[in-house]
């Protein structure tokens, strides 16, 4: 086949970088050079028997978007070779992704160890949702391995865990949680947000399943709303089975967007986590910042390990100010150009306040517990030159 006809690309043994830009495409007899967008709810038939062969499951193809869309399909395969995975199942949010995989792989009387400083929503759907169909989940401390072997039961079936941690980078060691896992015949689960394929492949170091919220840095331009669950082919093909009952599915036109957002995160991330990094350095040095947090910084309780397990410490830092929610107020108002939203990932740095917004449910005991001061500051840093980003937040340390 020449250069010119061929549909496809060899990718055996492609880098990460390569498949976030091919890994997936199957191009169609128009011979498009882009991935096309299929907006259509079903699909036809050549023939009743045709019809009848694959409803029957005798032959493969598409029946209906809501469980097989060839765009989405792409982005599946593409995160999949990504992460490193057999399989992948995109859905429409990243909550999405976790219910289904709870959802497919759980049931009444089985018990789920999940870290404390887990994604707020998450904390919720597990202690709220699950909890009325039977399946308990105890909270530890991500960083104490001891309190993850004592919460462990017979009936355990999931550990979950966010690493880095949200909103203070706590880092917990993957291919320990997954001996611990595995010695107790459970599946280790890792929502892999913060790092992305990028900067961590959970899999590789021996957890069973990735989870994102592609809502993040997949996409990372703040457009879409969508999640992905990889594995196995074993529990993805039990995932698929709940999101084609279910309807946790994403949309054609988001898994577009995520595309395309994927064939430049590798270069994103790297610019994430250098501005990330000269921001904490900074930010360390101003005299009215009480403490910088941040596993790029050598002031950073789980450096060494953050440096061990990724290949980069992320874009997400926090800071203290003196002076409690007054100063982190007057701090965040007097900034002018980064954006007062809770959001992260994008280009655009987002600036928020976490004891009266993402962790505002929590009770002032688990707030302390959690180390979410009423000081601290979250910056998603975002890919504006890094000396406007310092400019802007001066201008509010000098409002304090
Ligand atoms: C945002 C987020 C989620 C939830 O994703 P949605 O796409 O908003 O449903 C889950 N985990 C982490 C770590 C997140 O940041």
């Given at each position: 086949?020449t250069?010119?006809?061929?549909?496809?690309?060899d990718l055996?043994?492609?880098?990460?970088?390569?498949?976030?830009?091919r890994g997936?495409?199957?191009?169609t007899?128009?011979?498009e050079?882009?991935?096309p967008i299929?907006?259509t709810s079903?699909?036809?038939?050549?023939?009743?028997?045709?019809?009848a062969a694959?409803?029957?499951?005798?032959?493969p193809?598409?029946?209906?978007?809501?469980?097989t869309?060839?765009?989405?399909?792409?982005f599946?395969?593409?995160?999949a070779?990504m992460?490193g995975?057999e399989?992948?199942?995109a859905t429409?949010?990243?909550?999405?992704?976790?219910l289904?995989?709870?959802?497919?792989?759980?049931?009444?009387?089985?018990?789920?160890?999940?870290?404390?400083?887990?994604?707020?929503?998450?904390?919720v759907?597990f202690?709220?949702y699950f909890?009325?169909?039977?399946i308990?989940?105890?909270f530890?401390?991500?960083?104490?391995?001891?309190?993850w072997?004592?919460?462990i039961r017979p009936?355990?079936?999931?550990?979950?865990?966010?690493?880095?941690?949200?909103?203070?980078?706590?880092?917990?060691?993957?291919?320990?949680l997954?001996?611990?896992?595995?010695?107790?015949?459970?599946?280790?689960v890792?929502?892999?947000?913060?790092?992305?394929?990028?900067?961590?492949?959970?899999?590789k170091?021996?957890?069973?399943i990735?989870?994102?919220?592609a809502?993040k840095?997949l996409?990372?331009?703040?457009r879409c709303?969508?999640?992905?669950?990889?594995?196995?082919e074993?529990?993805?093909?039990?995932?698929?089975?709940f999101?084609?009952s279910?309807?946790t599915?994403?949309?054609?036109f988001n898994?577009?967007?995520?595309?395309?957002?994927?064939?430049t995160?590798?270069?994103r991330m790297k610019?994430h986590?250098e501005s990330?990094?000269?921001?904490?350095?900074w930010?360390?040095?101003?005299p009215?910042?009480?403490k910088?947090?941040?596993?790029?910084?050598k002031?950073?309780?789980?450096?060494?390990?953050?440096?061990?397990q990724?290949?980069?410490?992320?874009?997400?830092?926090?800071?203290?100010?003196?002076?409690?929610?007054?100063a982190a107020?007057?701090?965040?108002?007097n900034?002018?150009?980064l954006?007062i939203?809770?959001?992260?990932?994008?280009?655009?740095?987002?600036?928020t306040?976490p004891?009266?917004?993402?962790h505002?449910?929590?009770s002032d005991?688990?707030?302390a517990?959690?180390g979410i001061?009423?000081?601290?500051?979250?910056?998603?840093?975002?890919?504006?030159?890094v000396e406007?980003?310092?400019?802007d937040?001066l201008?509010?340390?000098?409002?304090l």
């Amino acid at each position: 086949m020449t250069e010119r006809t061929r549909i496809q690309s060899d990718l055996s043994d492609a880098h990460l970088e390569t498949y976030a830009v091919r890994g997936g495409q199957h191009r169609t007899p128009e011979s498009e050079h882009s991935e096309p967008i299929f907006t259509t709810s079903s699909y036809v038939f050549n023939s009743a028997a045709e019809a009848a062969a694959r409803f029957g499951g005798d032959e493969p193809g598409n029946i209906y978007s809501r469980f097989t869309n060839p765009t989405v399909a792409i982005f599946e395969e593409r995160l999949a070779a990504m992460e490193g995975a057999e399989k992948a199942v995109a859905t429409s949010s990243g909550m999405a992704a976790i219910l289904s995989t709870g959802a497919a792989l759980l049931k009444a009387g089985d018990h789920v160890v999940c870290s404390r400083s887990v994604f707020g929503t998450t904390n919720v759907l597990f202690d709220k949702y699950f909890k009325k169909f039977g399946i308990e989940t105890t909270f530890v401390d991500l960083t104490d391995i001891e309190s993850w072997k004592s919460a462990i039961r017979p009936q355990t079936k999931l550990l979950f865990m966010e690493t880095p941690s949200n909103p203070l980078g706590e880092v917990a060691e993957i291919s320990e949680l997954a001996d611990l896992a595995h010695a107790n015949d459970a599946l280790l689960v890792v929502d892999n947000c913060f790092c992305t394929p990028v900067l961590q492949q959970p899999l590789k170091l021996g957890a069973d399943i990735v989870i994102h919220s592609a809502t993040k840095y997949l996409d990372g331009q703040g457009r879409c709303v969508g999640g992905v669950v990889a594995g196995r082919e074993t529990e993805m093909n039990e995932v698929f089975g709940f999101l084609r009952s279910a309807g946790t599915t994403m949309s054609p036109f988001n898994a577009w967007v995520f595309l395309k957002g994927l064939e430049t995160l590798s270069i994103r991330m790297k610019a994430h986590c250098e501005s990330a990094l000269e921001l904490a350095q900074w930010l360390e040095a101003q005299p009215k910042i009480a403490k910088v947090h941040y596993g790029g910084l050598k002031s950073h309780p789980q450096h060494q390990l953050a440096s061990r397990q990724q290949k980069g410490f992320g874009g997400v830092l926090s800071f203290e100010v003196e002076g409690g929610k007054d100063a982190a107020w007057t701090l965040i108002d007097n900034t002018r150009m980064l954006s007062i939203t809770a959001n992260l990932g994008d280009t655009k740095t987002t600036i928020t306040h976490p004891a009266t917004t993402t962790h505002g449910r929590l009770s002032d005991e688990d707030k302390a517990r959690a180390g979410i001061t009423s000081g601290l500051i979250r910056l998603s840093v975002g890919l504006e030159n890094v000396e406007d980003i310092k400019a802007d937040i001066l201008r509010g340390i000098n409002a304090l």
